[in-house]
């Protein structure tokens, strides 16, 4: 099986600066509009769309805002989505991917929640260096 | 754009599915206003535009909720897809203050008991 976080030799299909929140909206549907395509049913089409809602609002609100890159891996066996920023960074993300932590006032259920709703997930991030989510579903 | 319409005795607000948050957060200002002066029974918010409902939209609707029940008012989610609902479950959104309603008929139906 191929790893869905390996980066992937073939160009972005699509890539979206996220600066406002209607960026969250158009981030979601582009990915919403190339799952369907691909003939995804609708609840892995909207499980995956909300995963991608929540990553690009967090990109927006702790990140200052980003970019996210949309790719299909060699095979076209998974979509993957890659969301940077360049902001303060996430000093723990184990602690951050738990349910119930917030630092900015919501539910904390969102990065938990995210990564429950994709096939693959991947956070990296430090301090100062910003913060790259990798997240993948299954075609 | 997201409407606020009076049905009967009910505020009914149909959120559209590319409703930004600064939208949302106006939404909120306006509904309390218009349950306040309109001295309306209840809330009917029909997401059946919405084919996401994320941690954000999720705290809206709960919002909204709880400060329609502070001015007297029961919120009912009407036209929530399927897809959504096991989206918001694996979210672990519950949305405490709300009732669902299957239909716009079934919402009021209910209130005209109130």
Redesign the interface.
Known sequence: MPDPNETSSRPAVAEITLA???D??AA??AV?RILKERGLS??R???F??AV??IT?NAIVHGGGGKISIYLDDRSEYLRVECRDEGPGIENVTLAMS?GYTTAG??G??LG?AK??SHGFEVRSAPGKGTTVSMSVKL | MTSINLVENALLVSIQ??????EIVELQDTLSNRIAKENVKGVILDISSL??????V??VIAQLAGISKLLAAETYVVGM????A??LV????YLPETRTALSLTHALTQLRRA
């Open positions: 406002t929140s209607r969250v909206v979601r549907q919403a609708a609840v089409i909207t499980r769309a909300t809602s929540e609002r349910d919501g539910l259920r969102g929640g429950r709703l | 599915d590319d409703v930004t948050d600064t084919e996401i409902v994320d941690t954000f999720g705290r897809r399927p897809a959504v096991v989206t694996e979210l672990g959104m």
